[in-house]
């Protein structure tokens, strides 16, 4: 993992707010699938994940306790400890299928900014109420991706991921 000191945080130009839609299991994988939302339209990313870590974000979204802090509690926990504090995160890149993320944290005046995957970054913005971005390349390229699977109609996806109801997301169940 690696982290730098950059400038202070605030939303970049290239990147979309984006919230967490839900969460549903992929019927051809069996994986779970976080369902991204741009909260200035109807564009819909899905990402899938891991089974432990949608589980540490629907945690969080049903705001479960735990009788002891899950790994991303911990995480908290301990910036918490070093007075740092997550101010956003954003889904960085595409690359090879994968997504990346960063965590931007700000710690004794200084903002760092920490490599990631996507699902650890939003356990932890959930964790500490901060926004979720989406950079627009990424945005783009996933449609790219989508529009160029043969057994994948990016519209129909597009169209089928928006109009999910509470009852297909699981209620964040996993």
Same mark, same amino acid.
């Given at each position: 993992?690696?982290?730098?000191?950059?400038?202070?945080?605030?939303?970049?130009?290239?990147?979309?707010?984006?919230?967490?839609?839900?969460?549903?299991?992929?019927?051809?994988?069996?994986?779970?699938?976080?369902?991204?939302?741009?909260?200035?339209?109807?564009?819909?990313?899905?990402?899938?994940?891991?089974?432990?870590?949608?589980?540490?974000?629907?945690?969080?979204?049903?705001?479960?306790?735990?009788?002891?802090?899950?790994?991303?509690?911990?995480?908290?926990?301990?910036?918490?400890?070093? &007075? !740092? /504090?997550?101010?956003?995160?954003?889904?960085?890149? *595409?690359? +090879? @299928?994968?997504?990346?993320?960063?965590?931007?944290?700000?710690?004794?005046?200084?903002?760092?900014?920490?490599?990631?995957?996507?699902?650890?970054?939003?356990?932890?913005?959930?964790?500490?109420?901060?926004?979720?971005?989406?950079?627009?390349?990424?945005?783009?390229?996933?449609?790219?991706?989508?529009?160029?699977?043969?057994?994948? &109609? !990016? /519209?129909?996806?597009?169209?089928?991921?928006?109009? *999910?109801? +509470? @009852?297909?997301?699981?209620?964040?169940?996993?």
């Amino acid at each position: 993992m690696s982290a730098s000191v950059v400038h202070p945080v605030t939303q970049a130009p290239d990147e979309v707010e984006v919230q967490i839609r839900g969460l549903m299991m992929d019927p051809v994988t069996n994986m779970p699938i976080v369902v991204l939302k741009d909260v200035a339209s109807d564009m819909v990313l899905p990402i899938w994940v891991g089974i432990f870590e949608a589980n540490a974000i629907a945690l969080e979204l049903e705001k479960t306790a735990t009788p002891r802090p899950m790994t991303h509690d911990l995480l908290q926990n301990l910036a918490r400890g070093l &007075n !740092a /504090e997550v101010r956003k995160v954003v889904v960085s890149e *595409l690359r +090879d @299928d994968t997504f990346f993320a960063v965590i931007w944290m700000e710690h004794a005046g200084e903002t760092v900014a920490m490599d990631a995957r996507p699902s650890d970054a939003i356990a932890l913005a959930l964790r500490w109420d901060c926004p979720i971005y989406v950079n627009r390349d990424v945005l783009d390229s996933s449609r790219q991706v989508a529009g160029s699977s043969p057994n994948v &109609n !990016a /519209e129909e996806m597009r169209r089928w991921l928006e109009n *999910l109801n +509470d @009852d297909d997301m699981g209620r964040y169940k996993m």
